[in-house]
């Protein structure tokens, strides 16, 4: 009988470790979050259920260290974006809220560990906090109340609106400025990585800066968390920074790089969302299948009815073409030596944001579509199917949201010049 694991996943480009990390994490989802599921939404606040659970993976299953390398307490598995899209994948059948907190908790330390560009001078520092025995966590600082989408819009905007300002004094920067929305912030995070930049309204790209602050550097405060209609496993707070003072060794690599790397975090953000959009769809298809098997309908199976049967049908098309997708493009984005692209270049970034808008539709429908023939069941806390349907919308909204994910995406198949 078919199962998830029948879908797409080309077995020569998924190593069996990295598909072995995915069962564990399978594993792990069934045993401890599952049973736990439907309280997460009354979670939203404190994390009480959330962080213990944040630790088992991350820490006890070694999510954090898988990226790091030996040198300073990590695994160092190759392949890194195969590995982020196994993990999406696994993880959103389980809760792509807890997944996008899994996840983000090491996005923002990408610039400084994927090869070749490795500052090995931070991650003697910081590696070892994230391979650690106790939970640290990762917290990618990047939208602005004001700018909304621009920041994201690199190509366009230029970083002309980024308000987070670095000006060095000495051998520190002094970091002032305002962040909203960012995945593990609030209580949760431990170190923020911080888009900056060193002269407000320039659009000289040198003058963009990712710079590394640690959440209790004196200037540092945070807002309440925001409650929202889903994904509240992943807390999303205001952060000030007031006179914030770090080393000036903290920022990722310099002038023109801190970009570079930037654009290839938005690369693997982008591989994650889809990966995640995947995952989700893949429960959908085991509670919506379980569902029209056991609903008997005019004497048959609810699967059985030929509109029905359509509407299935298209579940299963869109989780093939979503999953062939995505491991085509992770097998680009892991090995630049034979598709001759950088995770940084822009064809990467462009092309990766129509993957991600193809995913964040195709959950869309595939949600909408199962609740159509559950009914009232569909919209009932008890099937977890309103949980995926209310997170899923959320899916296609960060990073910029579809808007600009089109946009960018048409730039490079049409060579727009002026969006």
């Known amino acids: 009988m078919p199962n998830i694991d029948d879908f797409i996943r080309p077995k020569e480009w998924v190593s069996d470790f990295v598909t072995d990390i995915g069962k564990v994490l399978r594993e792990w989802g069934k045993d401890k979050y599952l049973p736990v599921r439907q309280n997460i939404d009354e979670d939203w606040k404190h994390h009480k259920i959330v962080e213990p659970l944040l630790k088992e993976v991350l820490v006890d299953l070694g999510i954090n260290a898988a990226f790091f390398p030996y040198e300073v307490g990590g695994t160092d598995i190759p392949d890194v974006c195969t590995l982020i899209c196994i993990l999406g994948e696994e993880g959103a059948r389980i809760d792509s809220g807890f997944?996008?907190?899994?996840?983000?908790?090491?996005?923002?330390?990408?610039p400084i560990i994927l090869k070749p560009h490795r500052n090995m001078k931070l991650l003697e520092e910081f590696g070892p906090k994230f391979c650690g025995s106790e939970l640290y966590v990762g917290c990618n600082a990047m939208t602005e109340p004001a700018s909304g989408a621009d920041i994201e819009n690199v190509d366009r905007m230029q970083g002309r609106t980024?308000?987070?300002?670095?000006?060095?004094?000495?051998?520190?920067?002094?970091?002032?400025?305002?962040?909203?929305?960012?995945?593990?912030?609030?209580?949760?995070a431990n170190l923020y990585g911080v888009v900056c930049t060193t002269k407000k309204g320039s659009t000289d790209l040198d003058d963009f800066a990712?710079?590394?602050?640690?959440?209790?550097?004196?200037?540092?405060?945070?807002?309440?968390?925001?409650?929202?209609?889903?994904?509240?496993?992943?807390?999303?707070?205001?952060?000030?920074?007031?006179?914030?003072?770090?080393?000036?060794?903290?920022r990722a690599h310099g002038p023109g790089d801190d970009l570079k790397y930037f654009k290839e975090m938005i690369t693997y953000g982008n591989m994650a969302t889809a990966a995640m959009c995947l995952g989700v769809m893949k429960n959908v298809y085991e509670i919506i299948k379980k569902w029209t098997t056991e609903r008997i309908i005019a004497g048959k199976p609810l699967k059985e009815h030929s509109m029905v049967a359509a509407a299935l049908s298209d579940i299963a098309i869109n989780i093939e073409a979503t999953s062939a997708w995505i491991h085509m493009y992770a097998r680009e984005v892991d090995r630049p030596d034979i598709y001759g692209t950088n995770p940084w270049d822009d064809t990467l970034v462009h092309k990766t944001r129509g993957l991600s808008t193809f995913a964040c539709k195709a959950v869309e429908k595939v949600c909408s579509s199962a609740m159509d023939y559950m009914?009232?069941?569909?919209?009932?806390?008890?099937?977890?199917?309103?949980?995926?349907?209310?997170d899923s919308k959320m899916l296609g909204l960060w990073m910029g949201g579809l808007g600009l994910k089109q946009m960018e995406n048409a730039r490079y198949w049409y060579e727009l010049e002026t969006l």
């Open 99 to 110: 997944t996008v907190a899994c996840l983000c908790s090491v996005w923002p330390m990408l």
């Open 162 to 188: 980024i308000q987070t300002t670095a000006k060095l004094d000495g051998d520190q920067w002094v970091i002032n400025g305002h962040k909203i929305w960012p995945t593990n912030s609030g209580d949760t």
């Open 210 to 250: 990712f710079i590394y602050v640690p959440a209790d550097a004196k200037g540092v405060s945070v807002g309440g968390p925001y409650q929202k209609a889903g994904m509240a496993a992943d807390m999303n707070t205001d952060i000030w920074f007031d006179q914030v003072r770090v080393p000036q060794r903290y």
């Open 375 to 390: 009914g009232s069941y569909g919209y009932s806390r008890e099937f977890d199917l309103e949980k995926h349907w209310r």
